[in-house]
């Protein structure tokens, strides 16, 4: 019978001698654990978050271009702002075209993008008059703005921007204002005879002029 493989032995330990003793394995920590069934301890609360900033969107502006069109036309120029980074002149609606002609030949805005009125129906004057303007040569926006009381005429600014004709006649038919100088002042969305000004903040959404409906359209109130 073949003799079995000797298993190799520890190495003998000089008498006196102690054994190194192993080093045992490091325990980590572990987060603690209720006890079953044991109520979950309280959330913290967590710090309320810090109240954010107003925002300002409208700012006083004084550059050199609101000093040019101060110098020009002195107290017509009632106010100067800067909105998200455009610039707003608030001026006097009796001196609307005389400062339309200026900034589209001196300050070079040539073009009337647009000419809308807002209704601010709790102000004694209740409408602004706002046209936006852009300059191709210094790729840059403006906006005039002009107050009117409720039957006050805006003189037109046709003879500055021909495009502003069709936009006052809408501005006319929706809001009642009256543009002194335009050539042809008549409504362009609603028939002539129509009753009321449907862009006003008083004049309710199902409001319409029911006489014109029962006589053209042959539609009793109500059908």
């Given at each position: 019978m073949a003799d079995e493989p000797k298993q190799p032995q520890p190495p003998a330990v000089p008498t006196g001698e102690k054994p190194a003793s192993t080093p045992s394995p490091v325990s980590t920590p572990t987060a603690k654990t209720s006890a079953p069934g044991a109520p979950a301890p309280p959330a913290k609360p967590s710090a309320p978050a810090p109240p954010k900033p107003p925002v300002v969107l409208q700012t006083p502006l004084d550059n050199e271009m609101v000093?040019?069109?101060?110098?020009?036309?002195?107290?017509?120029i009632?106010?100067?702002?800067?909105?998200?980074?455009?610039?707003?002149?608030?001026?006097?609606?009796?001196?609307?075209?005389?400062?339309?002609?200026?900034?589209?030949?001196?300050?070079?805005?040539?073009?009337?993008?647009?000419?809308?009125?807002?209704?601010?129906?709790?102000?004694?004057?209740?409408?602004?008059?706002?046209?936006?303007?852009?300059?191709f040569a210094r790729n840059e926006r403006l906006r005039l703005k002009a107050h009117a009381a409720d039957g006050e005429e805006v003189p037109s600014v046709v003879g500055v921007w021909?495009?502003?004709?069709?936009?006052?006649?809408e501005v006319f038919d929706m809001f009642g204002i009256v543009f002194t100088g335009h050539p042809n002042l008549k409504r362009i969305l609603l028939p002539d005879e129509w009753q009321g000004y449907p862009l006003r903040k008083d004049y309710d959404i199902l409001q319409q002029d029911t006489a014109w409906v029962r006589e053209n359209l042959g539609i009793e109130s109500g059908q």
């Amino acid at each position: 019978m073949a003799d079995e493989p000797k298993q190799p032995q520890p190495p003998a330990v000089p008498t006196g001698e102690k054994p190194a003793s192993t080093p045992s394995p490091v325990s980590t920590p572990t987060a603690k654990t209720s006890a079953p069934g044991a109520p979950a301890p309280p959330a913290k609360p967590s710090a309320p978050a810090p109240p954010k900033p107003p925002v300002v969107l409208q700012t006083p502006l004084d550059n050199e271009m609101v000093s040019r069109f101060r110098a020009k036309f002195g107290g017509a120029i009632l106010e100067a702002m800067e909105d998200r980074k455009q610039a707003i002149l608030i001026v006097d609606r009796a001196r609307l075209a005389e400062i339309a002609l200026y900034t589209r030949d001196e300050e070079k805005f040539e073009m009337l993008s647009d000419l809308t009125a807002v209704d601010w129906p709790k102000r004694e004057k209740r409408f602004d008059v706002v046209l936006n303007l852009y300059s191709f040569a210094r790729n840059e926006r403006l906006r005039l703005k002009a107050h009117a009381a409720d039957g006050e005429e805006v003189p037109s600014v046709v003879g500055v921007w021909l495009a502003a004709d069709w936009l006052e006649r809408e501005v006319f038919d929706m809001f009642g204002i009256v543009f002194t100088g335009h050539p042809n002042l008549k409504r362009i969305l609603l028939p002539d005879e129509w009753q009321g000004y449907p862009l006003r903040k008083d004049y309710d959404i199902l409001q319409q002029d029911t006489a014109w409906v029962r006589e053209n359209l042959g539609i009793e109130s109500g059908q």
